[in-house]
């Protein structure tokens, strides 16, 4: 709500509050961009690392399964040496010393090639995991990159908007009294930046503290510069135009 105000100097005042303000809030939201970027790289590394580790374990479930392999083929060619032989040894004792060795050579390629059968298994998940994971990772890439260039847009756009609030604000300082400009810092200053704030329903809304009858019809006027009894405030009546 625009304020119909008659005194130049009240209405100065609260031209500089009005941009007082949206130079903090602009300033917050670019003092923002970096963290927002550095939260986004934060996010990217987390999706890489799963990405990683995912690749990882297939890699590792690969190499396994490569070992094991070899090792069922070590095993064939030990049971089949024991094949041969087992037609050439001459006593009883031999015979079934060989018939052992067979015996074990097939419990270990029967062992391994359930444990080759359990990677395989384990290998189709993890291969889906790193399928879904470079998928998750590749869209994050996508959403995280657009971002970052709204984020730079928005920069660009702020800074040269911050540039021409600033100059405004330098402008409207130069036509006011000294004294007034030592008053509005100070009170704002004191009270979180706000040194200006309107009045309505006879309190001001800055403190909520209800306003005398006779004090607030002057500041309805917007005739003269009137503080607040309670925060000190500058106080102005917001009228329509």
């Keep these: 709500m625009e304020a119909k ?8 005042l609260v031209q500089l509050q009005d941009l007082d303000l949206a130079l903090k809030e602009l ?3 670019i003092r923002r961009v970096p963290l927002e970027m550095t939260a986004l790289e934060q996010e990217l590394a987390d999706f890489r690392r799963a990405h990683q580790t995912a690749l990882q374990k297939q890699e590792e479930g690969d190499k396994e399964r490569r070992r094991l392999e070899s090792e069922v083929e070590a095993f064939r060619l030990k049971l ?3 094949r041969d032989q087992l037609m050439s040894v001459k006593t009883n004792k031999e015979y079934q010393a060989m018939l052992a060795e067979i015996a ?3 419990r270990e390629i029967s062992a391994k090639e359930d444990e080759i059968l359990e990677r395989m298994m384990l290998a189709d998940d993890w291969f889906r995991q790193q399928r879904a994971a470079a998928a998750e990772l590749s869209t994050k890439e996508k959403e995280i990159q657009a971002r970052r260039h709204e984020l730079e847009a928005f920069q660009t756009r702020a800074e040269s908007e911050l540039n021409q609030l600033e100059k405004r604000r ?3 300082r130069q036509k006011l009294a000294p004294e007034l400009i030592a008053l509005y810092e100070r009170i704002a200053t004191a009270r979180h930046g706000v040194a200006v704030a ?5 309190s001001c809304q800055a403190c909520h503290v209800r306003l005398r009858p006779q004090l607030f019809n002057e500041v309805r006027r917007n005739l003269q510069i009137i503080r607040c009894e309670s925060c000190s405030r500058i106080l102005y009546y917001p ?3």
Excluded at 5 to 12: D, F, T
């Design 5 to 12: 105000i008659g005194n130049l100097e009240l209405q100065s």
């Design 27 to 29: 300033r917050d939201k």
């Design 80 to 82: 089949s040496k024991y």
């Design 104 to 106: 074990n050579c097939e």
């Design 170 to 172: 330098d402008s409207l």
């Design 198 to 202: 309107p009045a309505l329903d006879q």
């Design 239 to 241: 009228s329509p135009q």
